[in-house]
Every structure is written in C-alpha cells, then in structure tokens.
C-alpha cells in the first residue's frame, strides 16, 4: 500500500542554522510529490512540488527538496533556519487518478533563539 | 476574496446539534475536498468532489454530510457527532483530480463537539 513516512515527529534547531527534514515514500510509480507548511491555527500552504525533470526543485521561502528515487526519498532543506519558520511540515505524494493525496504525519518544527 | 476560504473559523456544538461548515474556492478549480485533521493523526480524506459530482467517500460515518451546489461552494452538513469528531476540518481544491494537480488549503474550521 503507500504511504508516507516523516521520521521525526519533532525537530528544533537554532535561528541561522541549516535544516533538512526527511520524508519517505512507498508508491509503485513514479510519485508526484510535495511539501506542504502549516502555521498554527492555519491551512496548509505549498511550499514545493516535483513532478518530474530536475530533481532538485526550488520553493517559496527559501525552501528547496530533492527527489532521490533510489532512496524512495523527498526531504526537505534549508540553508538558515528564520524564527518565522516554526511551524509543522507536511511530506505527501499524488496519485495520478483520482486527487488523493496521501500525507505523512508531519513534523513539528521549532526554532531557539 | 483570493484562494479558498472558510467559514465559520471556530465552532462548538452539542452532540444533538446541527450544523454546517462553508468552504468557498475562487480559483476556478473543478475539485474540492474535505479533510479531517486530528491531533497527532496524518490528514483523512473524507471527501472528494469534481464537477460537483462526489467521487470518493472515504468510509466516512453518515452523520457527516457533504454537499457540493456548484464547483465553487462545498458544504459539510453536521448532525449527532460525537466528542471524537473534535477537529480542524480542512477544506481544499485542485484544478482537476490528476495526481499532479496541486491542492490549494483554506484555513479550517476548529470544530469541538461537547
């Protein structure tokens, strides 16, 4: 079946250090993928997508993701981490039929002074 | 009004009430969807609607709902829930249901059932 697995449920790290957080994925075909950020009290907002082509892919905010399809794998980085980036993160892959969208369970970011 | 909006953002309700939630979407999208969101839970499709016309009830019990007039509005009609039910409900839409198609989220409505 597929799914998609966060490892981490929880990360903090200091303001202006680097960040990656991790997603994996099982899914027969070649997935479309996501990352998805969540403030508190707040809807879900893109923040990357990879459908194909280069496997790096650049996002909003200083964010980007690189699809490995060896490693079944979509995890998210960021050079330096702002305050204003806490938040939770959400990993989820695309079917090609029918809109669903399967997430992981999300990762929790904070961000020490 | 830009994205997908919701309303109300915040509502409680006894478990003999009944109410519904509103999402609205001003993207010119064809489909909508409801999820549930738990505490410490992935995100549960309950819904998927295109063209107005439901494609995917994802096993969900009958005292939710859904209800799509046109492919603009989505409407979930609450009745009898139970405590459990307490959740953000989210609603989102995409411009069609390919895979590809990236799904846009309005803010949620928190729901607690007393």
């Known amino acids: 079946a597929q799914s998609v697995t966060q490892p981490d449920i929880h990360i903090t790290v200091s303001e202006g250090a680097s960040l990656e957080l991790r997603c994996n994925y099982s899914y027969g075909a070649t997935p479309y993928l996501f990352w998805y950020v969540q403030s508190p009290g707040q809807g879900l907002q893109l923040l990357l997508k990879y459908f194909s082509g280069d496997t790096l892919v650049q996002g909003i905010k200083g964010f980007e993701a690189e699809f490995k399809r060896s490693q079944s794998s979509f995890n998210l980085r960021k050079p330096s981490v702002h305050w204003s980036d806490a938040a939770e993160y959400f990993c989820?892959?695309?079917?090609?039929?029918?809109?669903?969208?399967?997430f992981g369970q999300g990762t929790e970011l904070s961000v020490k002074p | 009004e830009t994205g997908v909006t919701q309303t109300p953002r915040h509502l409680v309700m006894g478990m003999t009430n009944k109410k519904s939630l509103k999402c609205e979407q001003h993207l010119g999208h064809n489909a909508m969807y409801w999820y549930k969101q738990s505490a410490k839970k992935p995100l549960e499709l309950m819904f998927v609607?295109?063209?107005?016309?439901?494609?995917e009830n994802n096993s969900v019990p009958s005292r939710f709902s859904p209800e799509c007039p046109n492919s603009s509005h989505l409407f979930l009609h609450l009745h009898t829930l139970q405590p459990e039910d307490s959740a953000l409900y989210l609603c989102?839409?995409?411009?069609?249901?390919?895979?590809?198609?990236?799904?846009?989220f309005g803010p949620g409505t928190r729901l607690l059932v007393l």
């Open positions: 609607y295109s063209l107005e016309e439901r494609v």
């Open positions: 989102a839409s995409s411009p069609g249901l390919a895979g590809r198609g990236t799904q846009y």
């Open positions: 989820a892959v695309g079917y090609n039929q029918g809109g669903k969208l399967i």
